[in-house]
C-alpha cells in the first residue's frame, strides 16, 4: 500500500471513543503522552504476500510490509508496543519445514513486545513450542494456562508491565480451552483455568498493586459465540474492571473498528481483532492528560 493511500484510509477509519469518563473535548487541551498499540493475531505462518491470483486476498499481506509499516509508526512515535494474540504457527509449508523457527525469528526482527499462545501453537507438542523459544526474543503470556507439570513452566509469564514514556502498561494473556480443539498427547499437562477469574485476578494485580496506568489483554478466546455461556472477549469485557482494552484471536473476525463494551462497572473499554493471516494490523492510540486518564482512537490498516 502506497503511503499517501494508507494515510489517507486510516484517517477515514479513525474514531475517537471516550473512556474513563472523559469528555472529548477535554482531549486537545489535557493531551500530553501518547501510546500507540499495534497487534495482529492468527497470522498463522503466513510470511509472503498473497499472489495477485488469490482469490479473495490478492496482494494483501506479508511480513516485510508489515515490517515497513511497523517502522514508519515507530518512526511518527517511538511510544509503540506491537502484541500478538496467538495462533502464531500452523498454516503454510513454513511451518511445516521449520517448525515455528522463521515465525518466530521474524516476530523478533520486527521487535515484538509480547504474544499469547493459541490452540494452534501446539500443533507440533508441547515439546515442539519450548524448542522455538531460543528464537523468540518477546516474552510468552498466558496466565490461564498452568504449565507447572509441563517442561514449558518459567517459559511463560502470566503478565509483563512495560513502562512507556512513564506510563506503565500492563499486558497479561488468555487462551482458550484445549480439550476438544488440541491431542491431548500435544499440550500434556497444560492446566486450563477459568479464564473469567484469572482476568479479574490479573488484572487487579496489576492495577492495585503495580499501579500500572494502561491495561491489556491479548486473548485467544475468540469475539463473539452464539452460545454465550461460552468465554468470550465480548463476555470477557463484562466480567472485567481495570481492563481497558482486549486485542483478540481465534475468530477470525474483521472488525472495521474497535467494539466499545461496557466493562463490569459500566466504563467502556475497547475490544479489538483484526482477522487473520496477518492481512491487518491493528493500531489503537491511547492519549494520557495529567491525570492519567485516557481517551483512545482505534484504527484498523490493511497492510
Do not use: W
Amino acid at each position: 500500500m502506497k503511503r499517501r493511500q494508507f494515510i489517507h484510509e486510516a484517517g477515514a477509519a479513525a474514531t475517537l471513543l471516550g473512556l474513563g469518563g472523559l469528555s472529548l473535548g477535554s482531549c486537545s487541551s489535557a493531551m500530553k503522552k501518547h501510546i500507540t498499540i499495534l497487534h495482529t493475531n492468527d497470522v498463522h505462518s503466513h510470511i509472503d504476500t498473497f499472489p495477485a491470483s488469490h482469490s479473495r486476498y490478492a496482494n494483501l499481506g506479508g511480513v516485510a510490509r508489515r515490517a515497513s509499516l511497523v517502522a514508519s509508526i515507530r518512526k511518527e512515535n517511538p511510544n509503540t508496543l506491537l502484541l500478538d494474540a496467538g495462533d502464531i504457527f500452523q498454516g503454510t509449508p513454513y511451518f511445516n519445514f521449520y517448525g515455528g523457527e522463521l515465525e518466530f525469528k521474524l516476530m523478533s526482527m520486527l521487535k515484538y513486545d509480547a504474544a499469547t499462545i493459541g490452540n494452534h501453537d501446539f500443533d507440533n507438542g508441547i515439546d515442539g513450542l519450548l524448542a522455538q523459544m531460543p528464537h523468540a526474543n518477546f516474552q510468552l503470556l498466558s496466565a490461564n494456562y498452568d504449565f507447572k507439570n509441563t517442561i514449558m513452566d518459567g517459559h511463560v509469564q502470566a503478565y509483563k508491565i512495560f513502562e512507556v514514556d512513564d506510563i506503565k502498561i500492563g499486558v497479561y494473556g488468555l487462551g482458550i480451552e484445549l480439550e476438544g480443539l488440541v491431542t491431548k498427547k500435544l499440550y500434556m499437562e497444560t492446566e486450563y483455568l477459568d479464564p473469567f477469574e484469572v482476568a479479574q485476578d490479573t488484572e487487579t494485580n496489576l492495577k492495585e498493586y503495580h499501579n500500572c496506568d494502561l491495561i491489556i489483554c491479548l486473548s485467544h478466546l475468540g469475539y463473539d459465540y452464539q452460545n454465550k455461556k461460552k468465554p468470550s472477549d465480548l463476555n470477557l469485557a463484562q466480567h472485567t474492571r481495570h481492563t481497558d482494552l482486549i486485542i483478540g484471536g481465534h475468530t477470525h473476525t474483521f472488525l472495521d473498528k474497535p467494539t466499545v463494551v461496557p466493562n463490569k462497572d459500566g466504563r467502556n473499554i475497547l475490544v479489538n481483532q483484526v482477522g487473520c493471516f496477518g492481512i491487518n494490523l491493528g493500531r489503537i492510540d491511547f492519549y494520557f492528560d495529567g491525570a492519567k486518564n485516557q481517551l483512545s482512537k482505534g484504527v484498523s490498516i490493511t497492510v
